[in-house]
């Protein structure tokens, strides 16, 4: 069964910092670039980041996060992983990750390209 899970979100103080991870099952990831889309209640998914597929050396950050966020992957752990620092009250949202399966080597920011997702999990940015 494919599945991707998403986790360390939580509860963080504006300037904080997260890492959130995207771990795959039932599938290997380095084959598949990768995407995290960020969705705040009464907005519509928007897409934050992405990595190339294999190497992860092509990469993709939305203007509001770039400089803040990276993202990378460990092919070893099926994972991919979104580092958040310097977090604003902005960055609250329910965080997915998503696999483009179709079988490409660079990302795409839009959403219509991915076919698996995750749950997502909660960050909220308070203080």
């Known amino acids: 069964q494919v599945q991707l899970v998403e986790s360390g979100g939580g509860l963080v103080q504006p300037g904080g910092s997260v890492r959130l991870s995207c771990e795959a099952s039932g599938f290997t990831l380095d084959g598949y670039p990768i995407g995290w889309f960020r969705q705040a209640p009464g907005k519509e998914r928007e897409g934050v980041s992405c990595?190339?597929?294999?190497?992860?050396?092509?990469?993709y950050y939305a203007d509001s996060v770039k400089g803040r966020f990276t993202i990378s992957r460990d092919n070893a752990k099926n994972t991919v992983y979104l580092q958040m620092n310097n977090l604003k009250p902005e960055d609250t949202a329910v965080y997915y990750c998503?696999?483009?399966?179709?079988?490409?080597?660079?990302?795409?920011?839009?959403?219509?390209?991915?076919?698996?997702w995750g749950q997502g999990t909660q960050v909220t940015v308070s203080s």
């Open positions: 998503a696999a483009d399966v179709r079988g490409g080597y660079y990302c795409s920011d839009s959403l219509y390209e991915y076919y698996y």
């Open positions: 990595i190339s597929s294999s190497d992860g050396s092509s990469t």
